[in-house]
Protein backbone atom coordinates (compact mmCIF):
# COMPACT_ATOMS: atom_id res chain seq x y z
CA UNK A 1 0.00 0.00 0.00
CA UNK A 2 2.30 2.72 -1.23
CA UNK A 3 -0.11 5.84 -0.98
CA UNK A 4 1.63 9.21 -0.78
CA UNK A 5 1.67 10.95 2.58
CA UNK A 6 -1.80 13.33 2.07
CA UNK A 7 -3.79 10.36 0.91
CA UNK A 8 -2.40 7.92 3.57
CA UNK A 9 -3.80 10.22 6.49
CA UNK A 10 -7.38 10.59 4.42
CA UNK A 11 -6.99 6.83 4.68
CA UNK A 12 -6.60 7.03 8.03
CA UNK A 13 -9.61 9.09 8.56
CA UNK A 14 -11.68 7.45 6.62
CA UNK A 15 -11.04 4.24 8.34
CA UNK A 16 -11.41 6.01 11.83
CA UNK A 17 -14.82 7.52 10.73
CA UNK A 18 -15.85 4.65 8.90
CA UNK A 19 -15.37 2.15 11.64
CA UNK A 20 -17.15 5.03 14.39
CA UNK A 21 -19.86 5.23 11.92
CA UNK A 22 -20.25 1.18 11.50
CA UNK A 23 -20.64 1.09 15.03
CA UNK A 24 -22.86 3.67 15.55
CA UNK A 25 -24.95 2.43 13.09
CA UNK A 26 -25.39 -0.91 14.42
CA UNK A 27 -24.21 -2.69 11.25
CA UNK A 28 -21.04 -3.73 13.29
CA UNK A 29 -23.22 -5.63 16.53
CA UNK A 30 -21.33 -4.70 19.74
CA UNK A 31 -18.13 -5.64 20.71
CA UNK A 32 -17.40 -6.20 16.58
CA UNK A 33 -13.95 -4.20 17.43
CA UNK A 34 -12.59 -8.21 19.55
CA UNK A 35 -13.07 -9.88 16.17
CA UNK A 36 -11.12 -6.82 14.32
CA UNK A 37 -8.92 -7.38 17.06
CA UNK A 38 -8.23 -11.38 16.61
CA UNK A 39 -7.47 -10.71 12.81
CA UNK A 40 -5.11 -8.64 13.35
CA UNK A 41 -3.37 -10.37 16.29
CA UNK A 42 -3.57 -13.76 14.66
CA UNK A 43 -3.60 -12.67 10.99
CA UNK A 44 -2.15 -10.08 10.03
CA UNK A 45 0.61 -8.60 12.15
CA UNK A 46 2.23 -12.25 12.62
CA UNK A 47 1.99 -12.25 8.43
CA UNK A 48 4.35 -8.76 8.86
CA UNK A 49 6.51 -9.93 11.46
CA UNK A 50 7.47 -13.28 9.36
CA UNK A 51 8.15 -10.94 6.71
CA UNK A 52 9.37 -8.14 7.92
CA UNK A 53 12.16 -9.75 10.60
CA UNK A 54 14.25 -11.88 8.82
CA UNK A 55 14.82 -8.79 6.47
CA UNK A 56 15.69 -6.34 9.63
CA UNK A 57 18.15 -9.32 11.16
CA UNK A 58 20.18 -9.28 7.98
CA UNK A 59 20.09 -5.87 6.98
CA UNK A 60 20.91 -3.69 10.52
CA UNK A 61 22.98 -4.46 13.14
CA UNK A 62 21.67 -4.93 16.50
CA UNK A 63 23.82 -1.70 17.55
CA UNK A 64 20.84 -0.15 15.54
CA UNK A 65 18.07 -2.42 16.42
CA UNK A 66 18.68 -1.86 19.85
CA UNK A 67 17.67 1.59 20.49
CA UNK A 68 13.78 1.39 18.97
CA UNK A 69 13.46 -1.61 21.21
CA UNK A 70 14.49 0.37 24.35
CA UNK A 71 12.17 3.43 24.18
CA UNK A 72 9.20 2.07 25.26
CA UNK A 73 10.92 0.52 28.32
CA UNK A 74 12.38 3.82 29.40
CA UNK A 75 8.73 5.77 28.46
CA UNK A 76 6.65 3.18 31.15
CA UNK A 77 9.62 4.43 33.25
CA UNK A 78 9.65 7.84 33.28
CA UNK A 79 6.02 7.95 33.03
CA UNK A 80 5.31 5.64 35.50
CA UNK A 81 7.76 8.23 37.91
CA UNK A 82 6.05 11.30 36.36
CA UNK A 83 2.34 10.12 37.70
CA UNK A 84 3.66 8.63 40.83
CA UNK A 85 5.33 11.99 41.92
CA UNK A 86 1.98 14.32 40.54
CA UNK A 87 -0.29 11.12 41.98
CA UNK A 88 1.41 12.12 45.33
CA UNK A 89 1.66 15.88 45.35
CA UNK A 90 -2.26 15.76 44.31
CA UNK A 91 -3.78 13.30 46.36
CA UNK A 92 -5.33 11.13 43.93
CA UNK A 93 -6.15 8.05 44.95
CA UNK A 94 -4.03 4.53 43.59
CA UNK A 95 -7.08 3.80 40.81
CA UNK A 96 -6.76 7.02 39.33
CA UNK A 97 -2.87 7.04 39.37
CA UNK A 98 -2.52 3.34 38.02
CA UNK A 99 -5.25 4.15 35.13
CA UNK A 100 -2.81 7.26 33.84
CA UNK A 101 0.48 4.84 34.00
CA UNK A 102 -1.34 2.53 32.20
CA UNK A 103 -2.52 4.85 29.41
CA UNK A 104 0.11 7.56 29.65
CA UNK A 105 3.23 5.24 29.90
CA UNK A 106 2.67 2.77 26.93
CA UNK A 107 2.27 3.86 23.30
CA UNK A 108 -0.62 2.70 20.70
CA UNK A 109 2.87 1.68 18.56
CA UNK A 110 0.84 -0.81 15.93
CA UNK A 111 -2.67 -0.15 16.11
CA UNK A 112 -2.35 3.69 15.45
CA UNK A 113 1.49 3.92 15.03
CA UNK A 114 1.60 1.66 11.98
CA UNK A 115 -0.86 3.82 9.82
CA UNK A 116 0.98 6.70 11.06
CA UNK A 117 4.16 5.86 9.93
CA UNK A 118 3.38 4.67 7.00
CA UNK A 119 1.42 8.04 6.26
CA UNK A 120 4.66 10.61 7.65
CA UNK A 121 7.74 7.99 6.88
CA UNK A 122 6.37 5.15 3.85
CA UNK A 123 5.79 1.35 4.21
CA UNK A 124 9.45 1.07 5.19
CA UNK A 125 9.13 2.62 8.35
CA UNK A 126 7.30 -0.17 9.59
CA UNK A 127 10.64 -2.57 9.87
CA UNK A 128 11.39 -0.07 12.64
CA UNK A 129 7.83 -0.03 14.04
CA UNK A 130 7.93 -3.80 14.33
CA UNK A 131 10.93 -3.61 16.71
CA UNK A 132 9.36 -0.77 18.98
CA UNK A 133 6.06 -2.69 19.13
CA UNK A 134 7.33 -6.36 19.46
CA UNK A 135 10.74 -5.98 21.19
CA UNK A 136 9.42 -3.13 23.42
CA UNK A 137 5.60 -2.09 23.37
CA UNK A 138 4.58 -5.39 23.79
CA UNK A 139 7.15 -6.77 26.18
CA UNK A 140 6.27 -3.83 28.56
CA UNK A 141 2.73 -4.30 28.56
CA UNK A 142 3.25 -7.44 29.84
CA UNK A 143 5.69 -7.20 32.02
CA UNK A 144 5.78 -3.94 33.92
CA UNK A 145 2.75 -2.83 32.44
CA UNK A 146 1.33 -6.00 34.04
CA UNK A 147 2.96 -5.94 37.61
CA UNK A 148 1.97 -1.68 37.57
CA UNK A 149 -1.44 -2.38 37.39
CA UNK A 150 -1.86 -5.45 40.04
CA UNK A 151 0.38 -2.90 42.12
CA UNK A 152 -2.22 0.21 42.07
CA UNK A 153 -5.49 -2.62 42.54
CA UNK A 154 -3.96 -4.19 45.16
CA UNK A 155 -3.30 -7.64 43.70
CA UNK A 156 -0.17 -9.80 43.18
CA UNK A 157 0.92 -10.75 39.55
CA UNK A 158 1.44 -14.20 39.27
CA UNK A 159 4.86 -14.43 37.14
CA UNK A 160 4.55 -17.49 35.78
CA UNK A 161 0.41 -16.31 34.24
CA UNK A 162 2.63 -12.96 32.67
CA UNK A 163 5.12 -15.68 31.09
CA UNK A 164 2.40 -17.54 29.93
CA UNK A 165 0.98 -14.49 28.28
CA UNK A 166 4.06 -13.64 26.44
CA UNK A 167 5.13 -16.94 25.13
CA UNK A 168 1.28 -17.74 23.97
CA UNK A 169 0.33 -14.19 21.80
CA UNK A 170 0.80 -15.24 18.39
CA UNK A 171 2.96 -12.46 17.09
CA UNK A 172 5.45 -12.96 19.88
CA UNK A 173 5.46 -16.64 18.49
CA UNK A 174 5.99 -15.48 15.13
CA UNK A 175 9.25 -13.33 15.86
CA UNK A 176 10.81 -16.25 17.72
CA UNK A 177 10.19 -18.32 14.19
CA UNK A 178 10.96 -15.43 11.57
CA UNK A 179 14.50 -15.22 14.01
CA UNK A 180 15.29 -19.00 13.89
CA UNK A 181 14.45 -18.72 10.14
CA UNK A 182 17.01 -15.88 9.63
CA UNK A 183 19.50 -17.75 11.85
CA UNK A 184 19.41 -20.80 9.87
CA UNK A 185 19.27 -19.42 6.47
CA UNK A 186 15.87 -21.06 5.83
CA UNK A 187 14.05 -19.08 2.92
CA UNK A 188 10.47 -18.82 3.88
CA UNK A 189 8.29 -20.74 1.17
CA UNK A 190 4.83 -18.74 1.22
CA UNK A 191 5.97 -15.36 1.76
CA UNK A 192 3.86 -14.23 -1.36
CA UNK A 193 0.88 -15.39 0.40
CA UNK A 194 1.71 -13.79 3.84
CA UNK A 195 1.72 -10.46 2.37
CA UNK A 196 -1.53 -10.56 1.67
CA UNK A 197 -2.38 -10.87 5.09
CA UNK A 198 0.08 -8.34 6.14
CA UNK A 199 -1.44 -5.85 3.76
CA UNK A 200 -4.96 -6.42 6.19
CA UNK A 201 -2.89 -4.96 9.09
CA UNK A 202 -3.41 -1.57 9.00
CA UNK A 203 -7.10 -1.44 7.52
CA UNK A 204 -8.13 -3.80 10.23
CA UNK A 205 -6.35 -2.01 13.09
CA UNK A 206 -8.15 1.50 12.08
CA UNK A 207 -11.23 -0.10 11.62
CA UNK A 208 -11.26 -1.93 15.09
CA UNK A 209 -9.94 2.00 16.64
CA UNK A 210 -12.82 3.70 14.99
CA UNK A 211 -15.13 1.30 16.15
CA UNK A 212 -13.82 2.11 19.99
CA UNK A 213 -14.02 5.59 19.63
CA UNK A 214 -16.40 7.84 21.63
CA UNK A 215 -16.80 10.16 24.93
CA UNK A 216 -19.91 11.68 27.27
CA UNK A 217 -18.97 14.99 27.34
CA UNK A 218 -20.29 15.46 30.88
CA UNK A 219 -17.33 13.07 32.08
CA UNK A 220 -14.85 15.25 30.41
CA UNK A 221 -15.79 18.51 32.20
CA UNK A 222 -15.49 16.78 35.07
CA UNK A 223 -12.11 15.18 34.36
CA UNK A 224 -10.30 17.41 32.46
CA UNK A 225 -7.89 18.45 34.56
CA UNK A 226 -6.36 15.00 35.06
CA UNK A 227 -7.31 13.64 31.47
CA UNK A 228 -5.30 17.68 29.94
CA UNK A 229 -2.59 16.58 32.14
CA UNK A 230 -2.20 12.74 31.10
CA UNK A 231 -2.36 13.45 27.68
CA UNK A 232 -0.26 16.43 28.12
CA UNK A 233 2.25 14.30 29.49
CA UNK A 234 1.17 11.39 26.85
CA UNK A 235 1.57 13.42 23.41
CA UNK A 236 4.04 16.27 24.59
CA UNK A 237 6.20 16.37 27.59
CA UNK A 238 7.21 12.63 27.59
CA UNK A 239 7.97 12.43 23.66
CA UNK A 240 10.30 15.32 24.56
CA UNK A 241 12.23 13.93 27.06
CA UNK A 242 12.52 11.04 24.56
CA UNK A 243 13.81 13.45 21.95
CA UNK A 244 16.09 14.93 24.35
CA UNK A 245 17.36 11.45 25.34
CA UNK A 246 18.02 10.09 21.72
CA UNK A 247 18.82 13.29 19.59
CA UNK A 248 21.04 14.82 22.08
CA UNK A 249 22.03 11.90 24.78
CA UNK A 250 22.42 9.08 22.69
CA UNK A 251 23.54 11.43 19.36
CA UNK A 252 21.81 10.21 17.24
CA UNK A 253 19.32 11.62 14.19
CA UNK A 254 19.08 9.20 11.74
CA UNK A 255 15.56 7.92 10.17
CA UNK A 256 15.30 5.06 12.91
CA UNK A 257 15.16 7.44 15.42
CA UNK A 258 13.12 9.72 14.17
CA UNK A 259 10.92 7.21 13.75
CA UNK A 260 11.14 5.76 16.85
CA UNK A 261 10.65 9.11 18.86
CA UNK A 262 7.20 8.85 16.77
CA UNK A 263 6.36 5.92 18.11
CA UNK A 264 7.15 7.29 21.30
CA UNK A 265 4.48 10.31 20.69
CA UNK A 266 1.24 7.75 20.09
CA UNK A 267 -1.84 7.80 21.66
CA UNK A 268 -2.44 5.58 24.54
CA UNK A 269 -2.34 1.71 23.50
CA UNK A 270 -5.52 0.49 23.60
CA UNK A 271 -4.82 -2.74 25.60
CA UNK A 272 -2.90 -1.24 28.38
CA UNK A 273 -6.51 0.54 29.02
CA UNK A 274 -8.65 -2.68 29.38
CA UNK A 275 -5.42 -4.58 31.19
CA UNK A 276 -6.38 -1.47 33.46
CA UNK A 277 -9.98 -1.86 33.42
CA UNK A 278 -9.47 -5.51 33.63
CA UNK A 279 -7.82 -4.60 37.15
CA UNK A 280 -10.28 -2.60 38.57
CA UNK A 281 -8.28 1.09 38.04
CA UNK A 282 -10.00 4.19 36.79
CA UNK A 283 -12.16 2.90 33.98
CA UNK A 284 -13.64 6.57 33.01
CA UNK A 285 -10.50 7.79 33.14
CA UNK A 286 -8.96 5.13 31.07
CA UNK A 287 -11.57 5.56 28.38
CA UNK A 288 -11.30 9.18 28.30
CA UNK A 289 -7.51 8.79 27.48
CA UNK A 290 -7.87 6.76 24.43
CA UNK A 291 -11.25 8.77 23.14
CA UNK A 292 -9.46 12.10 23.62
CA UNK A 293 -5.80 10.59 23.07
CA UNK A 294 -6.18 8.83 19.48
CA UNK A 295 -7.62 11.88 17.43
CA UNK A 296 -5.87 14.39 19.00
CA UNK A 297 -2.86 12.26 18.26
CA UNK A 298 -3.22 12.76 14.41
CA UNK A 299 -2.37 16.22 15.11
CA UNK A 300 0.54 16.38 17.57
CA UNK A 301 2.12 13.15 15.84
CA UNK A 302 2.38 15.07 12.34
CA UNK A 303 3.87 18.01 14.86
CA UNK A 304 6.40 16.08 16.26
CA UNK A 305 7.38 14.31 12.80
CA UNK A 306 6.89 18.07 10.95
CA UNK A 307 9.34 19.48 14.05
CA UNK A 308 12.11 16.51 13.68
CA UNK A 309 12.15 17.34 10.11
CA UNK A 310 12.50 21.03 10.46
Known amino acids: ?3 PVGTSFYFIILCLVGGYGLA ?17 VYVALPAMVLIEIPVILQQKTWSVLWM ?8 FGLSWVFFATIGHLRHWDRRTTGALVMTGGLSNT ?3 GFPLLEAFYGPQSLATGLIVDQAGSFLVLSSLGTMAAAYYAGHREDPLRMMGRV ?11 ACLLTLSGMQWPIK ?13 ALLSVGTQLGWEWASIRCRLRTVALGLGWKLVLGPAVIFWIYWHGFGHQTEEVKITIAEAAMAPMITGAIVAMEHGLDSELASLMLGLGIPLSLVTVGGWVYFMNF
Open 24 to 40: RSGVFPVGAHRVLNLLV
Open 110 to 112: SFV
Open 68 to 75: PALMPWLF
Open 192 to 204: SYLGRFADLLIPL
Open 167 to 177: VKFPPFLALIL
Open 1 to 3: MDF
